[in-house]
């Protein structure tokens, strides 16, 4: 749960706002299909925050859904806790990834996503961009197309943990992340 309010909408980094059109991650996260006209859109309900903290909360289970949060720089845990009261990892967010699809079906969170290490985010606010995804079909197409890749991401999970034992699972989960690092331009 990110609670300040900045001063102003952006982040200044060396006297330049940081827009989608010049974020390093870009080709992963939302804008990758926009035109210009449609990124300016999109940039203008993004709200950029401080950093965020190793170990401060993005969202606890049972908050309301308000945003989405694409991730800039950093790593971010999803997690729940089970009924003993363990916590139970469910997934690992990396740059470019967005974090708070699981709130849509109910409108509350079910997990909690916490940082880390210290994050940098880009804040979403869901019905805004919703109403946005609306007028542009790309938009939707791409919100689309993350969601599937999650829900892709989550049957692979599921499909492992079933099947494979402790080493072939640390396998798989060591080449999940080589892969997802490459795909972010650092190396396998």
């Known amino acids: 749960m990110i609670s300040e309010k900045p001063a102003t909408k952006r982040i ?3 006297g330049c706002a940081i827009h989608c ?13 926009l035109n210009e006209s449609e990124l300016d859109q999109l ?6 925050k401080k950093p965020i903290q190793k170990g401060q909360e993005l969202f606890k289970a049972g ?12 790593t971010i845990k999803s997690y729940t806790i089970t009924e003993q009261g363990d916590e139970q990892i469910t997934a690992f967010h990396l740059a470019g990834d967005l974090v708070g699809f699981d709130a849509i079906t109910g409108d509350l969170h079910p997990s909690f996503a916490q940082a880390l290490e210290t994050s940098m985010v880009c804040e979403i606010p869901y019905e805004i961009l919703d109403d946005l995804s609306g007028k542009m079909p790309k938009l939707r197409q791409q919100i689309m197309r993350l969601m599937s890749s999650e829900i892709k991401g989550d049957q692979e999970m599921i499909l492992l943990l079933s ?11 060591l080449y999940n992340l080589s892969t997802r690092f ?3 331009g650092f190396s396998p």
């Open 12 to 14: 200044q980094s060396g």
């Open 21 to 33: 059109q010049d974020c390093s991650i870009s080709q992963l996260c939302i804008p990758f299909t």
């Open 43 to 48: 940039d203008q309900i993004i709200e950029r």
């Open 63 to 74: 908050d309301e859904l308000k945003s989405l949060y694409a991730i800039r720089s950093g």
């Open 163 to 173: 099947k494979k034992n402790a080493e072939e699972r640390l396998a798989a989960f």
């Open 182 to 184: 490459s795909q972010r």
